[in-house]
Nanobody
């Protein structure tokens, strides 16, 4: 089991940048596939990005491709989401998540078992 805690959210103007962090507990973090999701008011939770264990293969939603970068530092038990060129439509609560250990997952949030509490990102126009 893994526990996740996000940080780094805040208020930023359109065109600005933020870096989100997700710190994980335990000594098996390097064995987890990790994802970032977001949820805006009145909308369903949507996939943002993911990164595999071992080779660190990355996946992105089309809406953030070229602007967001997911990375991980297994020595620090942390996954990051660097967000550049932010737009008002990026406003949401951002969550990091993980499926069961050694299992990859796709864009469906139901495939992920472990979730952080979320961090608010607000982009003003």
């Amino acid at each position: 089991q893994v526990q996740l805690v996000e940080s780094g959210g805040g208020l930023v103007q359109a065109g600005g940048s933020l870096r989100l962090s997700c710190a994980a507990s335990g000594r098996t973090f390097s064995m987890y596939f990790m994802g970032w999701f977001r949820q805006a008011p009145g909308k369903e939770r949507e996939f943002v990005a993911a990164i595999s264990w071992n080779r660190g293969i990355t996946y992105y939603a089309d809406s953030v491709k070229g602007r967001f970068t997911i990375s991980r530092d297994d020595a620090k038990n942390t996954v990051y989401l660097q967000m550049n060129s932010l737009k008002p439509e990026d406003t949401a609560v951002y969550y990091c998540a993980a499926p069961p250990i050694f299992k990859a997952a796709g864009t469906n949030y139901r495939e992920y078992d472990y979730w952080g509490q979320g961090t608010q990102v607000t982009v003003s126009s």
